[in-house]
C-alpha cells in the first residue's frame, strides 16, 4: 500500500489550498473528502472577505472578548491579501473585489459601539474609518437615509465559493496531490510516521494527518483520542435576481445581523449568520422566520432590497467556537496529527490558514505566530 507524506481529512478551501501547498512544495498527499470537494461550508457561504470584528459578537461579548480576539484579525488580514493573487495562481477569475465593508448605524448607541470597536481593531493594525450621515451616504448612496453614520473597513470585500473550490481542487490535482471525493473517513489511528486511515474505499497510510474537516472536526480529533471545543451550527443564506449596479461595497448593519453585497452577475447575497432550521432527519432546511427577520434588516438598509425578487435560499453547517478563536497546529501530545479550523468565518481566512499549517507540517516556522491566536499555542 502507497504511504503518503501527508493525508489530509476533508476537501473544503482549507483542506483543498493545503494539499496544494503541500504538493507543490514537493510532500507527496493525499485528500479524503466525504461528499465532494467543497460541498459543505466552502462551497455555500455567503461569499463574504469579512476582516473587522463581528458587530454582534462585540456587542454581545463586549471589550474584553474583543481585546482577546483581536489578535486572530492577522490572519484574516494576511489572508485576504492573499485571496487578491489567488484567481492570478490558479489561472480562474474567483470574482475577488474588496470594495470595503461598511457597518450601519441608525442610532447614536450604534455608532459609539462601532467606535469602541474601531480602537481596537486598530491596536492589530486594521483601520476602520468613523462616517458620519453625510459622510455615509456620499460614499453609499444606496443606504436608506435614515443611517445615521457607520464605519468603512476598506480591506473587506467578497469571493465567489462556487468557483473557488473546484478552481483549487484542479490546482492541487496540477501539483500532483491525489484527492478522493465521496470518501468518508470513519477511523483514525497510530502515529507520527504511521497513521492508518480508514475510509470507505479502503485503509490509506500517511506519516503525518491534518484535520480539516470542518463542523465535523471534533469527530475527527475524537478517533485519536483528542477532544475540541469546537461543532457545526446550521446557516442560511439568500440570493435575489440581478439588478443593475448598486452596491460596490460589504454591507453590515448595527442593527441585526446582516451581510450584504452584490455579486458580480447583479444578484444581491444576504445572510449575517441567520440560523437554518434541522428537521428531524438531520437534513437542514431555510427557517421562514429567519428569512423574514434577514431580509427585514436588509431592506431597512437597503430600501431597494424591497423591491427585488429573492430567487433562493440554502443552507449548510458552519464550523464555530465559542470564543471565536481557531484551533490551528500540531495536537498536544499527538506528534503528526495536526488541525487547521478556523471558525465562522473561515472562508475570508482560508487561505492562510492553509499556509501556517503548511509551514507547520513542512517544519518551518508560520508566517504568522500563532500565539494569542490559536487555542493550541496558549
Ligand atoms: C451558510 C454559511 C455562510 C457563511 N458565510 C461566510 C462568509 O460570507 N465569509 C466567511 O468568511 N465565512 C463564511 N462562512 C464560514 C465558512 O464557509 C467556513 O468557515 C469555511 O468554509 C470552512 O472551511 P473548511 O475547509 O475548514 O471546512 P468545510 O468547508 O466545512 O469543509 C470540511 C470538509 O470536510 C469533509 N468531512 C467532514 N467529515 C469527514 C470525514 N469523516 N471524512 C472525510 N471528509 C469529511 C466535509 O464533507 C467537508 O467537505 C459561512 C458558512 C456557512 C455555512
Redesign the pocket.
Known amino acids: 500500500m502507497k504511504r503518503y507524506d501527508v493525508a489530509i481529512?476533508?476537501?473544503?478551501?482549507?483542506?483543498l489550498l493545503t494539499a496544494w501547498y503541500l504538493s507543490r512544495e514537493g510532500a507527496s498527499v493525499i485528500l479524503?473528502?466525504?461528499?465532494d470537494f467543497g460541498?459543505?461550508?466552502?462551497g455555500?457561504?455567503?461569499?463574504?472577505l469579512?476582516l473587522q470584528i463581528q458587530y454582534p459578537e462585540f456587542v454581545r461579548y463586549g471589550e474584553g472578548w474583543a481585546r482577546t480576539y483581536a489578535p486572530t484579525l492577522r490572519i484574516i488580514k494576511e489572508s485576504i491579501d492573499m485571496w487578491q493573487k489567488l484567481g492570478d495562481e490558479v489561472g480562474e477569475d474567483l470574482d475577488v473585489k474588496i470594495g470595503g465593508g461598511i457597518i450601519v448605524a441608525r442610532d447614536a448607541a450604534q455608532l459609539r459601539f462601532i467606535e469602541a470597536k474601531a480602537k481596537i481593531e486598530a491596536t492589530v493594525g486594521i483601520e476602520t474609518q468613523i462616517l458620519d450621515q453625510v459622510a455615509l451616504l456620499k460614499k453609499a448612496p444606496y443606504l436608506s437615509k435614515d443611517a445615521l453614520g457607520g464605519g468603512i473597513c476598506a480591506s473587506e470585500g467578497k469571493a465567489n465559493p462556487l468557483r473557488v473550490t473546484f478552481a483549487i481542487s484542479r490546482t492541487a490535482i496540477a501539483a500532483g496531490a491525489a484527492l478522493y471525493r465521496g470518501?468518508?473517513?470513519?477511523d483514525l489511528s497510530g502515529k507520527i510516521g504511521d497513521f492508518s486511515i480508514k475510509t470507505a474505499r479502503g485503509s490509506f497510510r500517511a506519516d503525518k494527518v491534518i484535520n480539516?474537516?470542518?463542523?465535523?472536526a471534533a469527530?475527527?480529533a475524537a478517533m485519536l483520542g483528542m477532544k475540541i471545543e469546537l461543532g457545526g451550527f446550521p446557516?442560511?443564506?439568500s440570493v435575489t435576481e440581478p439588478i443593475a449596479p448598486l452596491i460596490p461595497h460589504l454591507v453590515y448593519s448595527a442593527a441585526g445581523k446582516l451581510?450584504l453585497k452584490q455579486a458580480s452577475n447583479g444578484a444581491c447575497i444576504i445572510?449575517g449568520g441567520w440560523a437554518a432550521h434541522q428537521r428531524d432527519n438531520g437534513h437542514l432546511v431555510t427557517n421562514p422566520l429567519n428569512f423574514a427577520g434577514n431580509m427585514a434588516i436588509a431592506a431597512g438598509v437597503v430600501p431597494q432590497i424591497a423591491n427585488t425578487r429573492t430567487i433562493r435560499s440554502w443552507t449548510?453547517?458552519?464550523?464555530g467556537t465559542s470564543d471565536w478563536r481557531p484551533i490551528i497546529g500540531e495536537a498536544p501530545g499527538i506528534p503528526g496529527f495536526y488541525l487547521a479550523?478556523?471558525?465562522?468565518?473561515?472562508?475570508?481566512a482560508?487561505p492562510m490558514t492553509a499556509r501556517i499549517i503548511s509551514d507547520l507540517v513542512l517544519g518551518r516556522p508560520p508566517t504568522i505566530k500563532l500565539d494569542g491566536i490559536s487555542v493550541l499555542a496558549d
Open positions: 481529512i476533508g476537501g473544503g478551501l482549507v483542506g479524503l473528502e466525504a461528499n460541498s459543505a461550508a466552502s455555500a457561504n455567503a461569499g463574504s469579512h470518501t468518508p473517513v470513519f480539516t474537516a470542518g463542523a465535523k469527530d475527527i446557516l442560511q443564506v451581510s445572510g449548510a453547517w458552519v464550523n479550523l478556523f471558525p465562522w468565518v473561515g472562508f475570508s482560508g
